[in-house]
């Protein structure tokens, strides 16, 4: 990799990193985080390691941040990353089937954040009924909101991803 190629695989995981910051404090403020079925706007991102390597850690850097700034417990801080980077790997892997690649962040979050919801927030519902709860978020947070930032950004990739 030359020297200008990991500056820019550093700037553009730092600014999609931020990018997810900022989506979830807005969605924050308007309170579409909470209740039954949460949409979480900075997961439309979770498409960009069809584009570029470098939204993999900043992904996973964005969730952490962005968790650790609006006041998330411990568990979710550790774990909720985790959920992020391990979609992220999988939209990478699936990056050639477009309407493929957005189901392993879907999967790894509808698993995962439930019990970090049960265990780290002490929520009572069932955890299967939070499965389908956060899955039916991330479905509109990733396959409706994400596919449309993916065909809003398809055409010109090569220039805002600079290869």
């Not at 997961?43 to 900043?58: K, R, V």
């Not at 049960?118 to 409706?144: C, F, K, N």
């Not at 065909?151 to 991803?161: D, G, L, P, S, Y």
């Amino acid at each position: 990799m030359k020297r200008n190629s990991k500056i820019i695989f550093l700037c553009q995981g730092a600014i999609i990193a931020a990018i997810y910051v900022v989506l979830t404090y807005v969605a924050h403020m308007f309170g579409l985080d909470a209740g039954v079925i949460q949409i979480r706007l900075s997961e439309m991102l979770c498409i960009l390691p069809m584009f570029t390597t470098a939204a993999i850690p900043g992904l996973y850097l964005g969730c952490l941040l962005a968790n650790l700034l609006t006041g998330a417990v411990w568990l979710d801080i550790l774990v909720g990353p985790v959920a992020t980077l391990i979609g992220a790997l999988g939209t990478y892997a699936l990056r050639k089937y477009k309407w493929l690649a957005p189901i392993p962040p879907i999967l790894s979050n509808a698993i995962i954040v439930p019990f970090v919801l049960a265990y780290g927030y002490g929520m009572e519902q069932a955890i299967p009924l939070m499965m389908l709860t956060v899955g039916a978020g991330e479905i509109l947070s990733i396959y409706l909101l994400g596919m449309i930032f993916y065909h809003a950004i398809q055409k010109r990739a090569n220039v805002i991803f600079m290869k």
